[in-house]
């Protein structure tokens, strides 16, 4: 799907306002220990990476002309998305759900194909689940390469799976920019699950109720 998101800017403020993006990043790097990795840096310049950015102020308040905020859009995106520049504006509530699968979709093959490698003839989610929570996520998940907001690789790699399982059984994205938070059903009776907070308590030993194994 060839876009650029019109309002990137309202995207990006509404993940610090509603979503926790800052408090979220501050986690991550303070858990990230790798040689050379942003808590050193931050440490470096006297800083505790520890600590929550705190808001700052109108420049999170105040929204921008939409024409503004558009060009600001295609040119931030310039040099990340090859063409996005030239194409048409699509606003993140437009984008379709299965554009949004994709990334995990992708991340749910590497895994299933490592896990082949790994000795599981024709591995499914299921086997990888398995594989997961029987300690073996270092052979089937590179986590050192990645730049993940996780509480860990276990629970990196359960989110696709997860993920998977719950669209399969009719969950979708209750908003666009909240990406592991899914919804089914509407009104006082809909349900609601954190795919993340699921992931931890699955790396955790928590069983699933055979319904919800991954197929």
């Known amino acids: 799907m060839k876009g650029y998101p019109p309002d990137l800017y309202r995207g990006w403020r509404w993940k610090v306002r509603q979503d926790g993006l800052l408090r979220r990043f501050a986690q991550h790097i303070g858990r990230n220990a790798r040689p050379g990795d942003m808590a050193g ?9 520890g600590d929550v950015p705190q808001d700052s102020g109108p420049a999170l308040l105040a929204g921008l002309p939409a024409d503004v905020e558009s060009a600001l859009a295609r040119s931030y ?3 990340r998305l090859p063409g996005a520049s030239a194409a048409r504006a699509v606003p993140f509530g437009d984008v379709p759900e299965e554009v949004w699968d994709g990334v995990l979709e992708q991340q749910l093959t590497e895994l299933r194909a490592a896990a082949v490698c790994a000795g599981v003839p024709e591995a499914t989610p299921h086997d990888v689940l398995d594989l997961v929570v029987a300690g073996r996520v270092g052979e089937i998940w590179d986590h050192q390469d990645r730049s993940c907001l996780y509480p860990g690789p276990e629970v990196c790699a359960l989110v696709p799976v997860l993920h998977h399982e719950l669209r399969a059984r009719g969950y979708r994205r209750g908003h666009p920019l909240r990406r592991h938070v899914l919804t089914r059903g509407a009104g ?4 609601v699950v954190g795919v993340v907070a699921l992931a ?7 069983r699933l109720p055979a ?3 991954p197929g």
Do not use: H, K
């Open 211 to 213: 319904g919800d194994r």
């Open 200 to 206: 931890e308590r699955v790396a955790a030993g928590e």
């Open 188 to 191: 006082g009776q809909a349900e």
């Open 41 to 49: 840096r931050i440490a470096a310049l006297g800083g505790e990476c």
């Open 77 to 79: 995106l310039r040099g």
